[in-house]
């Protein structure tokens, strides 16, 4: 049995304003006040872990303790298949030290060069740390394909090259929120409110 969440007030483990903020229109409907650990001016861990939620973990728990708040982490990136799973946990670091994702994912597509299966996943960690270092993780996907060149406006990171199963536009194509309603962010969502927000 998950532990619920109870308090009304939760850290975002996050310096990103564009995630922190996403993330705080999700948990609006459960009256859960949000502060970034960037307003908190909390330390960034170094993140080591070898999988998604690893990274998630390091990030919530190192929060929740410099804090005392329960806090919320992410950790999110591109898999390709034909790639054996690159970027994965690195997707940020190949967008190098400023961030520009369009260098990552011209990367991507010269490592993938004429190879025909261009399928991908975006992967999406959540883990929620009390202070007292309890945790609970989740882990979404959502499945699709690479295009190129980049397409749209919209979205960020790795989303103007990323085409949704069953869909014909990239996520950076796509209004807001049809993306969230889809995304592997959505996903894990989804498993942490029904976990740890809704009634018993």
């Known amino acids: 049995m998950a532990r619920h969440f109870d308090g009304n007030k939760l850290v975002i483990a996050s310096h990103n304003k564009g995630k922190v903020r996403e993330i705080g229109e999700l948990l609006e409907p459960f009256g859960v006040e949000t502060i970034s650990a960037g307003d908190l001016d909390l330390p960034e861990p170094v993140e080591d872990g070898l999988t998604f ?47 520009d994702f369009s260098v990552a994912m011209a990367a991507v597509n010269e490592k993938l ?14 883990t929620l740390a009390w202070p007292d270092g309890h945790m609970e993780s989740f882990e979404g996907k959502v499945f699709g394909s690479l295009t190129w060149p980049m397409r749209g406006e919209k979205g960020f990171g790795y989303d103007p090259v990323f085409v949704p199963t069953g869909f014909d536009v990239t996520f950076a194509e796509m209004e807001p929120a049809e993306k969230h309603a889809m995304s592997h962010r959505a996903e894990a969502f989804k498993q942490l409110i029904d976990a740890c927000f809704k009634p018993a």
């Open 53 to 99: 939620i690893a990274n998630a973990e390091i990030k919530a728990l190192a929060a929740a303790k410099a804090a005392g708040l329960p806090a919320l982490a992410d950790d999110s990136g591109l898999e390709v298949h034909a790639l054996g799973g690159e970027p994965g946990i690195y997707s940020a670091r190949w967008a190098g030290p400023t961030k």
């Open 113 to 126: 060069g004429n190879v025909e299966d261009r399928g991908a996943n975006f992967t999406c960690a959540l």
